[in-house]
């Protein structure tokens, strides 16, 4: 067993928050997950339940056929220009 603060020096959990709060921190980076766009977010999450237990090679190119769909999309494209701009996102999914 070990500590909330154990756990977290050793990277096994990304948060520690004081005892009541987890819903509250749990919302929080729900928000900043969504505030993503949708195809980046979907293909994060397939890449990892595709890869999270296979050895390595595989996981790589696994998770390189997700990039790759994200990188040449319009998601990417807008997310690009709307830094440039300095503004929103406007993500579509595509």
Same mark, same amino acid.
């Given at each position: 067993?070990?500590?909330?603060?154990?756990?977290?020096?050793?990277?096994?959990?990304?948060?520690?928050?004081?005892?009541?709060?987890?819903?509250?921190?749990?919302? #929080?980076?729900?928000?900043?997950?969504? $505030?993503?766009?949708? &195809? *980046?977010?979907?293909? !994060? %999450?397939?890449?990892?339940?595709?890869?999270?237990?296979?050895?390595?090679?595989?996981?790589?190119?696994?998770?390189?056929?997700?990039?790759? #769909?994200?990188?040449?999309?319009?998601? $990417?494209?807008?997310? &690009? *220009?709307?830094?440039? !701009? %300095?503004?929103?996102?406007?993500?579509?999914?595509?």
């Amino acid at each position: 067993p070990l500590t909330a603060a154990e756990a977290y020096h050793f990277g096994l959990v990304g948060h520690v928050v004081p005892a009541g709060q987890s819903l509250n921190k749990a919302r #929080e980076i729900a928000a900043r997950v969504v $505030a993503n766009g949708p &195809l *980046a977010v979907r293909n !994060a %999450k397939a890449s990892a339940i595709n890869s999270g237990w296979i050895d390595e090679e595989d996981a790589r190119r696994i998770e390189q056929r997700f990039v790759v #769909e994200v990188v040449r999309s319009e998601d $990417a494209k807008e997310g &690009l *220009a709307a830094f440039a !701009a %300095k503004r929103e996102p406007r993500f579509t999914g595509r």
